[in-house]
């Protein structure tokens, strides 16, 4: 369990407030903005932040999060400096921040040195969406021996069966993705009858939070999701915001702007 985590969630609680979770992806659009991002977007009202852990195939990723994946890459982000940009962070702010990456570069990293170095870093929790909960004990076991939270990820076509396992795997929340398919912003999640059906489903195969993303990108969106959910992670909408910007100010003033209506 992360520490830090468990007490956003409680504290987010107790005054009946949601998460809001934006996603970024790190040294996009240029270098050096990742910390300051971090920092700005907490000031704006996010309650955790998702950082992306860039790659070359992310298969869960749509065109938006692809293409700042590839200038990260080319901005010299991996990760190496991932885990220093987190460490960086962590001398200007206590916001919990969850990694988001795929299996293979944490495999040739190495799993044990992975989670030393991302509990040293700050690192609060993990998410890697193309590990199947069924091959994931070795990643719980590091995972839990350093208190580094498990996030797995709850989709529409899951059973109920498959939920309540999910949920019971996750360490302190589940992330429920709201269409089938890859991340980016959508105008609706298709059939709404049929979307909050399925957030009623998880709620009530669910002794955890849960919170909800892909597609996610304007305020209406979050009240329809927050009926059910613990909160809400954003972002495409936030990367399109501020994917044209060549500067950390103009950056960093684009996000709070997108984000503060949010709230």
Request: with cysteine; glycine share 6%; hydrophobic share 40%.
């Amino acid at each position: 369990m992360s520490k830090r985590i468990s007490e956003a969630l409680q504290q987010l609680q107790q005054k009946n407030k949601k998460a809001l979770i934006p996603y970024i992806t790190p040294e996009f659009p240029i270098q050096g903005v990742t910390v300051p991002l971090i920092v700005e977007l907490e000031k704006a009202g996010a309650t955790h932040i998702e950082v992306g852990i860039p790659f070359s195939d992310p298969l869960a990723d749509g065109p938006t999060i692809q293409h700042s994946s590839d200038v990260a890459i080319k901005n010299g982000a991996s990760l190496v400096t991932v885990l220093q940009r987190v460490s960086e962070a962590r001398r200007q702010t206590s916001i919990p921040i969850i990694l988001m990456g795929y299996v293979n570069p944490i495999l040739h990293f190495g799993i044990e040195k992975f989670f030393n170095e991302a509990r040293e870093a700050g690192v609060d929790g993990l998410i890697i969406p193309d590990l199947p909960p069924e091959e994931s004990e070795e990643v719980c076991r590091y995972s839990h021996k350093n208190e580094i939270s498990n996030i797995f990820l709850i989709a529409p076509t899951s059973t109920s069966e498959r939920i309540q396992h999910i949920d019971t795997l996750s360490t302190d929340f589940s992330y429920c993705v709201s269409v089938t398919g890859v991340t980016g912003a959508r105008n609706s999640f298709g059939d709404e009858t049929g979307f909050e059906e399925f957030l009623k489903r998880v709620k009530q195969h669910t002794r955890k939070p849960f919170v909800v993303g892909f597609g996610i990108k304007e305020k209406k969106q979050i009240d329809v999701v927050t009926r059910y959910a613990d909160g809400v992670v954003i972002g495409s909408a936030l990367l399109q915001a501020i994917g044209s910007h060549t500067t950390v100010q103009a950056v960093t003033d684009s996000a709070k702007q997108f984000l503060q209506p949010l709230v």
